[in-house]
């Protein structure tokens, strides 16, 4: 909870000596994430996994599919003026756009970005997926794509976890879903602080074949990485660059 994180920073602050370079509460930390440009999005979503409450169902109060309330729970403010509405389910999204912009925020993993092109041993051995016939594919099928070596390629990945380990919630299943830019060399794209957090489908239940509904608002920026770009600067050659991705 916000109370619980502002007592830790509390301490933490209070344990370093000096003046501490720790945010000195929940709020101020929020902040500077935001600045960073690493928030995340709340989209509601029908309990049921029919749709998600965004683009043209955004205003709707009601699932079109299951007729299911989008809301937990409603309540007026003493006043009368306001109503407090909670919803069913929320997916969390991390935009992708600018987590893949700070790939080139510095000159050592902006030269990462190009290791597959530049760096890469080529014995016709496959030590990289560089080496695949898939990714070969690709870029005979894509030969803008693969003109420019800075365009991310991604593999995507997702599990079910319980975040509670207790006995009473050992049904319950939460979805994060990580993408893996495979143009870093193989012994930094692997690593977890490299992985990019994308989505995270909330429980109770699996979302099972319903998953592509969650998928969405990911798709939707992955398309226009890969038909329009974004305008990137790149810290290696102090040049800006449209960056293009795919999965």
Known sequence: SDKSFNILLEL???????????????????????????????????????ILFWKEHADKDICPRCKTSRWKSEKNSLDGKRVH??????????????????????????TDARWHDEGRIRDGLVRHPADSPAWKHFDATHP????????????????????????????????????IPLNLPPWLCMKQPNFILSLLIPGPKSPGEDMDVYLEPLI??????????????????????????AI
């Not at 101020?28 to 989209?43: D, E, P, S």
């Not at 991604?154 to 975040?163: E, Q, Y």
Request: aromatic letters at 12%.
């Open 144 to 179: 803008k794509f693969a003109e420019d070596s800075r365009n991310i390629r991604l593999a995507i990945m997702a599990d079910g976890f319980n975040p509670y380990r207790s006995m009473y919630c050992s049904s319950y299943s939460i979805w994060p879903v990580m993408l």
């Open 85 to 110: 509405k909670v919803p069913r389910k929320v997916l969390r999204y991390f935009p992708i756009k600018k987590r893949l912009q700070r790939l080139f925020i510095s000159k050592k993993s902006a």
């Open 220 to 245: 939707d920026d992955m398309v226009e990485m890969f038909e329009k770009g974004v305008r990137t600067f790149d810290a290696s050659t102090g040049e800006s660059f449209d960056l293009h991705a």
């Open 12 to 50: 933490l602050n209070k344990a370093f000596p000096g003046d501490s370079p720790l945010p000195e509460n929940f709020h101020v930390a929020k902040k500077m994430i935001k600045c960073l440009g690493l928030g995340y999005v709340n989209i509601h979503a029908c309990e049921n996994d029919c």
